[in-house]
């Protein structure tokens, strides 16, 4: 389907707005925190993360890590792949992981096991997308753009077998 025929699920302009006040709720949580570690999980949460972080008045330091689970699938396969090659180091450190959407949990779970094996002073989550009612692993974000019933969305970062990462609103592809 052309760009411009598909559904707009939630607006540019809505992100736009909840991105400000996610920005200003990280940073007022921050305020005393001389930097903050900016945890971005590749591939989804680029485009979330990039604009997030301009909207962040702490300076911020950017890392990336990869996870997938879905691949070309509509459900997650259950099996969550990351990357450990970590190359940060976050002991001690203001941490903040960024989400494009959290669904069973098991991405997010595993991610941050992983994180806290490193000792960070903090650890916060942000998400965009929230599917609580999808949940298997009770994990819980500290930010949460927009809580979302069970669709398959895609835009914004999110990708239907690797297409509409770009386009600049969530929509509901056709199954
Ligand atoms: C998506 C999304 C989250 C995860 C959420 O990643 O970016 O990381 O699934 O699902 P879960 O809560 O059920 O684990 P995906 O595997 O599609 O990889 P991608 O980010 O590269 O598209």
């Known amino acids: 389907m052309a760009k ?3 559904p707009e699920f939630i607006s540019a302009e809505r992100i736009a707005e909840r991105v400000r006040d996610l920005g200003r709720a990280v940073s007022d949580d921050h305020a005393d925190a001389a930097e903050l570690t900016v945890v971005c999980v590749l591939n989804g949460a680029f485009i979330f993360t990039a604009d997030l972080v301009r909207q962040i ?12 689970s879905y691949g070309a699938l509509r459900s997650s396969s259950g099996t969550v ?7 940060f180091d976050l002991e001690g450190r203001s941490v903040l992981l960024v989400e494009d959407i959290i669904d069973t949990g098991l991405t997010l779970s595993s991610i941050v096991d992983e994180l806290l094996r490193q000792k960070p002073a903090s650890l916060k989550i942000c998400t965009l997308l929230d599917k609580s009612s999808v949940r298997k692993i009770p994990v819980l974000a500290n930010y949460t753009g927009f809580t979302i019933p069970d669709f398959f969305v895609a835009g914004y970062g999110l990708d239907v077998a690797g297409l509409y990462r770009d386009i600049p609103f969530i929509t509901v592809p056709e199954s």
Do not use: M
């Open 4 to 6: 411009g025929e598909l």
């Open 57 to 68: 008045s702490v300076p911020c330091r950017l890392e990336f890590i990869r996870a997938s």
């Open 81 to 87: 792949s990351l990357a450990h090659d970590f190359d």
